[in-house]
């Protein structure tokens, strides 16, 4: 068993996906290689779903942290708990690479329902858009700008 598994189960997680600019680098650290940041300010993004949100989100993150921390050393590790944030960023940690799931229904499931609400949610977002342009041609509403 892999120590992202380990760590994974220990939480009581179902999907992580490294995702963001590192998601390549994060992968090989993961695999065991020696992989360098350019940048020391470099981080590995992960993105966590648990099997139950946890009571104790604060101390869920913090422990989490620390345990992912140990994997990605010298990068910094940043979390993401899916739960807690819109299906439009959910869409953009599961274009990531799944590095753990505790079931491939699951899995499946899963993406499946983010991609279908997160295109509800970005077709609303543009219908709302379109509608404030044509209300701003129309006068509806005045945008006023001053340079500082």
Do not use: T, W
Request: glycine share 4%; with cysteine; hydrophobic share 40%.
């Amino acid at each position: 068993m892999s120590r992202i598994d380990e760590i994974c189960r220990k939480h009581g997680i179902v999907l992580c996906y490294l995702f963001g600019s590192r998601q390549e680098q994060g992968k090989a650290l993961l695999d065991g290689a020696d992989v360098r940041p350019s940048d020391p300010e470099s981080d590995i993004d992960f993105a966590v779903l648990f099997s139950e949100p946890p009571e104790d989100a604060a101390k869920a993150y913090a422990l989490l942290s620390l345990d992912l921390q140990d994997l990605v050393l010298p990068f910094r590790a940043d979390l993401l708990f899916l739960h807690e944030v819109d299906h439009i960023i959910q869409l953009e940690a599961i274009k990531g690479i799944n590095v753990y799931c505790s079931g491939e229904d699951l899995r499946d499931e899963y993406e499946e329902k983010v991609m279908a609400f997160a295109s509800d949610e970005m077709a609303i977002f543009r219908l709302n858009e379109k509608d404030m342009f044509e209300a701003i041609e129309d006068g509806y509403f005045e945008l006023e700008y001053e340079a500082r």
